[in-house]
């Protein structure tokens, strides 16, 4: 009962991580698509900053071209001439960051494009996902009410100090307080057992408990069913089918 118990115990306890892996998921191609879209809210900002520049720079260059044709001296001519020269300048790089973060804005409009259909994706396995699970789960609760009732009915046959006993030991060793002999040896450490303890514990008629002497778990042993003693015992037939 215990054994059975343990397993839905170790299978609810698989839940929370599925579960979690599936959120994972889901926020994972959330931030995608939010980091997509915020680059490209940075994007379409810088483009009105630099179509703002180029602007700017242009009115600049109106403003000394009409200038020019007030000044009287070569001097303040040149002079003129060259901060044309250097706003045109800017204006031709804030008009190469303009096309660059067009450029971008595409790259991000793709992005943007291809995350959402990711999102999409992702929430749909997402919802039968959790159906599953929670199929799973449900499924899982039942079973171990069914097990823990009836635990609840069989131990309330052993006798207190045995069930006592018992419930110490698996307190020590993690909810497994009997271990099979298997090969005269215990199956919870792997310890030999003496060869006395195993011959007490074939004979069947024994009432006592047998621990093992390293890791104190309750033994149990099951004899080789008859099947079994049966094919052991029956010679192997030859080829042609008589018994050799």
Known sequence: MDNRLNAVRARIATFPKKSAEIEGRVASAK?????????????????????????????RVRKYRDQTSQVKTNEAYKALQHEVEMAEA??????????EQMVNGEEYD??????????????????????????????????????TEERARVAAEV??????????????HNNMAVAEVRDENCAGCGVRIRPHVIQEMRRGDRQELFECETCTRIL??????????IAAATPRTTAAGHDS
Not at 90 to 99: G, H, S, T
Not at 121 to 140: I, S, Y
Not at 159 to 172: A, C, F, G, S, V
């Open 110 to 147: 793709r992005r943007i494009k291809a995350s959402d259909k990711l999102l999409k994706e992702v929430e749909q396995v997402a919802v039968g996902l959790r159906a599953t699970f929670d199929a799973e789960k449900a499924e899982a609760d039942k079973e171990l009410k069914q097990l």
């Open 90 to 99: 800017e204006i031709a790089k804030a008009e190469d960051r303009l096309l």
């Open 220 to 229: 149990h042993y099951t004899p080789p069913n008859a099947a079994d003693s």
């Open 159 to 172: 006798p207190e100090n045995t069930l006592h006993h018992y419930d110490r030991i698996m307190r020590k």
């Open 31 to 59: 931030g995608e698509l939010d980091a997509a879209k915020a680059a490209q809210l940075a994007t379409i900002k810088d483009r009105k900053k630099y179509e703002l520049d180029v602007e700017q720079h242009k009115e």
